[in-house]
């Protein structure tokens, strides 16, 4: 394989960053509740710094070139509930500077009630975030950091879960998740498609 998962360390927030940046450029939500300035990256690198402290909880990996060590993409998994603490419980954290504030609470809000109707009380593992190059996409990156989690499900015999856009939602579908909800959100006065709901069965098809 040409690309390896590695874990992510301190010294990888800024390429972290850079590569959310990159790989949802595009994406309406995104760049109205996470503006891309520096007081993000103070939001990133306090989630990221709790979630570094906590990882058996927080699975936050990268995929890594093994010819020039370069990382292309990200995946961000969050381990089943009952592998959480209160120490562990992301803290209350304000959205950046700069964000439409509203927006990042409703659409939190949202996805939490999604979350609920479909897993209701089932333990699941959770995709935050996956993102990869541009010029690296089509070349099974994206899957590796999504079979992290499936495999990590499957072995617990559980599910596996996230909130994908509408764009995404199809890469999703191709490796066995299930049960899409579309949710639309108000931005710059416009509705929007803007996330999907999906979910994993236990022993769907793996990539």
């Known amino acids: 394989m040409e690309f390896e998962l590695r874990p992510i360390e301190e010294d990888d927030f800024a390429r972290v960053v850079e590569i959310y940046y990159i790989a949802f450029a595009d994406n309406p939500l995104s760049l109205a509740t ?17 979630a570094l402290k906590h990882p058996t909880v927080y699975h936050n990996i990268k995929a890594v070139s093994r010819s020039t060590g370069e990382t292309v993409g990200i995946g961000l998994w969050i381990a089943p509930k009952t592998a959480m603490s209160e120490a562990s419980a992301l803290p209350d954290i304000q959205p950046p500077e700069g964000s439409d504030v509203e927006l990042f609470n409703k659409s939190f809000e949202v996805w939490g009630k999604r979350q609920s109707e479909l897993m209701q009380d089932r333990p699941f593992w959770k995709l935050d975030v996956l993102g990869v190059l541009p010029e690296y996409q089509g070349r099974g990156i994206g899957k590796l950091l999504i079979q992290y989690g499936i495999d990590r499900a499957d072995e617990q015999g559980i599910e596996a879960y996230l909130d994908a856009s509408p764009k995404g939602a199809p890469v999703y579908e191709r490796v066995g998740f299930r049960g899409s909800h579309l949710v639309e959100f108000e931005i710059d006065n416009a509705k929007r498609e803007a996330q999907i709901s999906i979910s994993h069965s236990v022993n769907s098809t793996s990539v």
């Open 34 to 50: 996470i503006p891309r300035t520096p007081a993000s990256r103070k939001f990133f690198d306090a989630v990221m710094g709790h």
